[in-house]
């Protein structure tokens, strides 16, 4: 079943994570590696003892989206499995995805639980993003954007991580592949969101799991991820919703973000208190003054 899928691994001075993420998978499957580091940081020895991947040079630091489209261009197979190196996927959980698409035509896309971040969801809606922001969905996994605690059921979704995603190729070509205007974060729901208008279902495997160390691919400061998060929700919000909804959308969300940055400050969580600064600051910054270079890889 290994021959109908392979995987393609986007990387940007991975070199702390990669030797892990490559014993794990080994060479079970192909592998097109996009490096976007590829001049800077030389890994060529974390990858000897793996025949199985084709590293390719990216020609410079082009983003998730437009790093993951030249990889689908240079595979084979015609199911691409699209994968962060800070996740640490058994390959035996890879080959069990890749069979499942595999054997469900009725499938576009499909991808796994997650440990440390949710595996896909639903879109944002103002209930869903209600639900996410006050903590409701803890309480209905399946009300909120992120999908998690799925306790091994399969369930379908309206996008599927990018950390892990298994896609037709057929599917991912008819919708366009990543948009580059999402050079980093919610280029994974910009693509569910047109696969889903495309007829094509999607599915989260419950139970199946790889763990995923949400961040860690590359040496990037901590802020610095978190800025880009934030404006890039304000992007996707502003392409794909009504004006009216788009700011009542990150009303709620700025109102979640204050009152965590209250309930972590006041219990001593400084970091995740930052973390939640940085999102609302960041976030109000984009609306005021949204640009492209901002969000740039």
């Not at 001593?268 to 492209?292: A, D, F, H, I, K």
Request: with cysteine.
């Amino acid at each position: 079943m290994g021959s109908s899928g392979e995987i393609i691994l986007m990387v940007y001075k991975s070199r702390q994570v990669l030797p892990a993420f490559m014993a794990e998978v080994g060479s079970t499957l192909p592998i097109v590696l996009v490096d976007n580091s590829y001049h800077e940081d030389d890994i060529s020895d974390l990858l000897s003892d793996y025949p199985n991947v084709r590293r390719v040079d990216s020609g410079g630091n082009i983003g998730f989206s437009a790093a993951a489209n030249l990889g689908a261009r240079i595979a084979t197979s015609p199911i691409l499995v699209f994968m962060n190196p800070d996740t640490r996927p058994a390959a035996a959980t890879l080959t069990s995805l890749i069979a499942h698409l595999d054997n469900n035509p009725d499938l576009g896309a499909a991808g796994v639980a997650g440990i440390g971040t949710a595996g896909g969801g639903a879109q944002p809606t103002l209930r869903r993003v209600l639900a996410h922001a006050t903590g409701w969905s803890r309480r209905s996994p399946l009300g909120g954007v992120f999908f998690q605690e799925l306790n091994g059921r399969r369930v379908d979704a309206e996008w599927i991580a990018g950390s892990c995603l298994a896609i037709r190729r057929e599917a991912f070509e008819s919708v366009g592949g990543f948009d580059p205007e999402y050079p980093i974060y919610m280029s994974d729901f910009d693509l569910g969101r047109r696969l889903k208008r495309a007829g094509y279902r999607q599915r989260i495997l419950g139970d199946l799991v790889v763990p995923h160390d949400d961040g860690g691919s590359s040496d990037l400061p901590m802020p610095w991820t978190w800025e880009r998060r934030s404006r890039a929700w304000v992007r996707f919000l502003r392409h794909t919703r009504s004006l009216p909804v788009a700011l009542g959308i990150s009303a709620i969300l700025a109102v979640g973000y204050a009152g965590r940055i209250v309930v972590y400050t006041t219990s001593g969580q400084w970091n995740r208190s930052r973390e939640q600064r940085t999102y609302l600051r960041s976030m109000l910054s984009e609306w005021v003054r949204p640009t492209t270079a901002t969000l740039s890889a």
